[in-house]
C-alpha cells in the first residue's frame, strides 16, 4: 500500500475519534468520498494499527445506531420552519 493511503487512513481515524465525527463529515473534511473513508477505517487501517482501527469502528457503530434520532430530527426541523413561514 502506498504510504499516503497509509497515513491518510490514521489521519481519518483520528479525525473520527477526536471529532466523533459521521462517515460523512470525515469525508466532506477530507474532500473524499464516502466508500473511501469507510475503506480505510474498516479494511486499511487494521493492517495499519488495530488499536486505532477499533476506536474508529466504535464511534462509526455509535453514530450509525443514533442515526435514525438525527434523521427525525432534522425532518421535524424542517417542517418546523416551513410551518412558521
Known sequence: MKDYIEERAVEIATYIIEQKATVRQTA????????????????????????????????????????????GMATREKYLREHIK
Open 28 to 71: 466532506k473534511q477530507f474532500g473524499i468520498s464516502k466508500s473511501t473513508v469507510h475503506k480505510d477505517v474498516t479494511e486499511r487501517l487494521k493492517g495499519i494499527n488495530m488499536n486505532l482501527a477499533q476506536q474508529a469502528r466504535e464511534v462509526l457503530d455509535q453514530n450509525k445506531a443514533e442515526r435514525h434520532i438525527r434523521g
